[in-house]
């Protein structure tokens, strides 16, 4: 129960309290609009440039961390697309998009703030490996995905160029692949840049989970809630059990077993709507699995904080 109290709850404090400000009008949607733009486009993609071009690589970078956590997203992947098409009936385009929630999880406004309070903030070196391929896996193997349902028997090579274009148009691979550029050449950033660099960070995750929580106003629980609950325990149940489970296999150590387990039980991020807007498909339950699975994850993620040693 300490754990959900010293850990937990602050965080979710914030996002209820962005939640509260913009459902009695205290916070306008243009002004979340704004907030998260600069959040997602500038602040967070400065902390990952920072983490990464700082990261000792041939340390952290660990192939069993890596394994146990991308099998497990890969799974919450299968899950949600196999159980979309097999027992819900959707199209494959819809499946994709149910396939992605369980796959894309919320490894950086909620991952972040979560782990940083319950093991340190030199714990977080971990999350940064993990957080580093965790868009450009996500990106990559989501919209490969859909592009071969939306057009099957198109050319591979289409196929490819719209996967790159996806990926480097974020914001975040875009910072943290700045990070491996600084990091791998072994050039010093002035002293100038890094602590502008720093200011931006110190805002990012407080302003971040705030505008999380006005960003949560506007996803209304629409849509099956079969198909809703089968997301959100793709992602809060399959995805960390089975990261947990490789980590064992594998003979992680208990920083590497917690890491991956942790960044594994976040809730469906905002990027699984924001994916399944962009190609029309399972919108409803893209949206409701973010809103109901952030406000499981509390329960959740204090479950995975008392079994991980």
Same mark, same amino acid.
């Given at each position: 129960?300490?754990?959900?109290?010293?850990?937990?709850?602050? !965080?979710?404090?914030?996002?209820?309290?962005?939640?509260?400000?913009?459902?009695?009008? *205290?916070?306008?949607?243009?002004?979340?609009?704004?907030?998260?733009?600069?959040?997602? =486009?500038?602040?967070?993609?400065?902390?990952?440039?920072?983490?990464?071009?700082?990261?000792?690589? &041939?340390?952290?970078?660990?192939?069993?961390?890596?394994?146990? +956590?991308?099998?497990?997203? #890969?799974?919450?992947?299968?899950?949600? *697309?196999?159980?979309? %098409?097999?027992?819900?009936?959707?199209?494959?385009?819809?499946?994709?998009?149910?396939?992605?929630?369980?796959?894309?999880?919320?490894?950086? *406004?909620?991952?972040?703030?979560?782990?940083?309070?319950?093991?340190?903030?030199?714990?977080?070196?971990? =999350?940064?490996?993990?957080?580093?391929?965790?868009?450009?896996?996500?990106?990559?193997?989501?919209?490969?995905?859909?592009?071969?349902?939306?057009? %099957?028997? &198109?050319? $591979?090579?289409?196929?490819?160029?719209?996967?790159?274009?996806?990926?480097?148009?974020?914001?975040?691979?875009?910072?943290?692949?700045?990070?491996?550029?600084?990091?791998?050449?072994?050039?010093?950033?002035?002293?100038?840049? #890094?602590?502008?660099?720093?200011?931006?960070?110190?805002?990012?995750?407080?302003?971040?989970? +705030? &505008?999380?929580?006005?960003?949560?106003?506007?996803?209304? $629980?629409?849509?099956?809630?079969?198909?809703?609950?089968?997301?959100?325990?793709?992602?809060?149940?399959?995805?960390?059990? !089975?990261?947990?489970?490789?980590?064992?296999?594998?003979?992680?150590?208990?920083?590497?077993?917690?890491?991956?387990?942790?960044?594994?039980?976040?809730?469906?991020?905002?990027?699984?709507?924001?994916?399944?807007?962009?190609?029309?498909?399972?919108?409803?339950?893209?949206?409701?699995?973010?809103?109901?699975?952030?406000?499981?994850?509390?329960? #959740? !993620?204090?479950?995975?904080?008392?079994?991980?040693?």
């Amino acid at each position: 129960m300490q754990s959900l109290i010293d850990v937990i709850l602050p !965080v979710f404090l914030v996002i209820g309290f962005g939640y509260f400000a913009v459902w009695r009008g *205290l916070f306008s949607d243009s002004s979340v609009d704004g907030l998260m733009k600069f959040t997602q =486009n500038f602040a967070i993609p400065c902390l990952l440039f920072r983490a990464i071009s700082t990261l000792d690589l &041939g340390q952290e970078f660990d192939l069993g961390l890596l394994l146990a +956590f991308y099998g497990g997203a #890969t799974s919450g992947f299968l899950a949600g *697309l196999l159980g979309a %098409r097999f027992i819900f009936g959707r199209d494959w385009a819809d499946s994709v998009a149910f396939g992605f929630a369980g796959l894309f999880s919320n490894s950086v *406004l909620l991952g972040l703030p979560i782990a940083e309070r319950a093991f340190g903030v030199e714990s977080l070196r971990l =999350n940064y490996a993990i957080i580093a391929v965790h868009a450009p896996f996500c990106y990559g193997l989501g919209v490969t995905a859909m592009e071969i349902a939306r057009n %099957r028997g &198109g050319h $591979p090579a289409d196929t490819a160029k719209k996967v790159l274009a996806a990926m480097f148009r974020n914001a975040l691979v875009i910072g943290i692949a700045l990070g491996f550029a600084v990091n791998l050449s072994g050039l010093p950033l002035p002293g100038i840049v #890094t602590d502008a660099v720093d200011l931006m960070v110190r805002a990012a995750l407080p302003a971040a989970l +705030f &505008g999380l929580g006005g960003v949560l106003v506007r996803y209304r $629980p629409e849509g099956d809630m079969r198909a809703i609950l089968w997301v959100c325990g793709a992602s809060l149940i399959l995805h960390p059990a !089975v990261a947990y489970s490789l980590g064992w296999l594998l003979g992680l150590s208990v920083e590497q077993l917690r890491a991956a387990v942790l960044t594994a039980a976040m809730a469906p991020g905002v990027n699984t709507y924001i994916f399944a807007n962009m190609y029309g498909a399972a919108r409803r339950v893209a949206a409701s699995g973010v809103l109901i699975g952030t406000g499981l994850s509390i329960v #959740t !993620v204090w479950v995975w904080l008392l079994i991980l040693p």
